[in-house]
């Protein structure tokens, strides 16, 4: 069937035409509103979803008042590539005991050159993203000549902090949290070529060089735990005693009176406070649940539950002569059950011996300042982060459904 064209009153046109100039200006007014609506929402979109956890990455480095970060459109361009690189700055191991590597920036070398024998060396994983974060802070022109121990797990962030250390002919010593008294000695040793003389010192002069403060018992020997883990520039003509009081001057510089004054407030010695904050800096892999775990470790204890943290086995086991590694992984039943010694919280109930390790300052701060809870278990889902539980039933349930058993 043909359809006749709608017929249209003359006198609606005119009407249309007529439409007062505000209501048109309104209408113009509301599209442009709503266009700069939708631009602001993708551009906030855009700074949460890629510029955000780049600035967040390098939160350490635009902290430091000796870097300074560029400006203008040049700048803004190196965020915006920046933005896009956040792989390519991980660290190029995630295994916090890899080997330190010694790397030496030679006098007129150019950023660029430095960048390309980090990738080179297994310690940076792409060299021009590390130029990138090099130039955005201006640290891409104040590199100097120097020795340094770096290891494939710091970041490129760590790295460029480290690189920043550098002055004239100083040697850089990098230690790692989490590293145990003969892993800093290897650094030391590949730094200073003095590492079993600075491990024998750090292993029996406790008496003589531990702050009183610290409230070690009777008989303790070792500095394990007091040497705080850092970035130390120091003359390459350092003796051992002058790298050892550098890490003892800082660990007291940190464990500062605030914090042996909580640790008294909530009836810890802060040579306690360290041993229980090593074994939490060892069990931590997910920052923020190091104060709950502590929080947990700190339940067991008040209920005279053995802690049963594998680090503290991995402790006692020592040296693995089949891998050269210092913490066995995985542990196997035998090793929980058939290692006889105080460090064995699975054998063994209340709090260890002394320190299993060198915990930072946020592991210590976990213990002082612990996430309250009513947890008692915790597994590892696989992915660094834990499933705590309340009951023992709960708990079976989470190592049956994270680890397969």
């Not at 003969?182 to 003389?197: D, R, T, Y």
Request: charged share 20%; aromatic share 8%; hydrophobic share 40%.
């Amino acid at each position: 069937m043909r359809r006749h064209p709608q017929h249209v009153d003359p006198r609606t046109l005119r009407q249309q035409e007529r439409r007062p100039l505000s209501a048109r200006i309104g209408g113009f007014l509301f599209g442009l509103v709503a266009a700069l609506a939708v631009l602001f929402a993708l551009a906030f979109g855009f700074y949460r979803l890629v510029v955000a956890p780049a600035q967040e990455a390098s939160r350490e480095l635009a902290a430091r008042p000796e870097v300074s970060r560029s400006g203008g459109l040049s700048g803004l361009a190196v965020r915006l590539l920046l933005s896009t690189k956040e792989e390519e700055l991980r660290p190029v191991s995630g295994d916090s005991d890899a080997a330190p590597i010694s790397f030496e920036v030679h006098p007129g070398e150019t950023a660029t050159d430095v960048a390309v024998r980090l990738q080179n060396v297994g310690l940076i994983r792409d060299a021009s993203a590390f130029g990138l974060l090099l130039r955005e802070y201006g640290i891409d022109r104040r590199i100097e000549a120097g020795r340094f121990q770096l290891t494939p797990a710091m970041s490129s962030q760590d790295i460029a902090l480290a690189l920043l250390e550098a002055q004239g002919s100083d040697t850089v010593l990098v230690t790692l949290e989490g590293w145990r008294l003969e892993q800093v000695a290897e650094a030391v040793g590949q730094a200073f070529g003095s590492g079993e003389e600075w491990q024998r010192l750090a292993a029996t002069e406790a008496a003589s060089h531990a702050p009183q403060w610290a409230g070690l018992p009777a008989g303790v020997i070792s500095l394990e735990g007091m040497l705080f883990p850092d970035t130390y520039r120091l003359d390459p003509s350092a003796s051992t005693e002058e790298v050892l009081g550098s890490m003892l001057a800082n660990f007291e510089l940190r464990f500062d009176a605030e914090r042996r004054s909580r640790a008294a407030e909530v009836g810890m010695t802060p040579y306690e406070v360290l041993t229980l904050a090593s074994v939490v800096e060892r069990e931590a892999v997910v920052a923020d649940e190091r104060p709950l775990i502590a929080g947990v470790f700190l339940n067991r204890l008040r209920l005279g539950m053995p802690l049963q943290a594998d680090p503290t086995v991995q402790y006692a086991l020592g040296r693995q002569e089949d891998t050269g590694r210092w913490w066995k992984v995985p542990l196997w039943a035998a090793d929980l059950t058939d290692t006889d010694s105080p460090y064995n919280t699975y054998l063994y109930p209340g709090l260890i011996p002394g320190p299993i390790c060198s915990p930072g300052l946020s592991a210590i701060d976990a213990v002082l300042w612990p996430e309250e809870s009513d947890y008692l278990y915790f597994v590892a889902r696989g992915d660094g982060s834990h499933a705590f539980s309340v009951t023992f039933e709960e708990h079976v349930n989470n190592v049956s459904r994270y680890q397969g058993g």
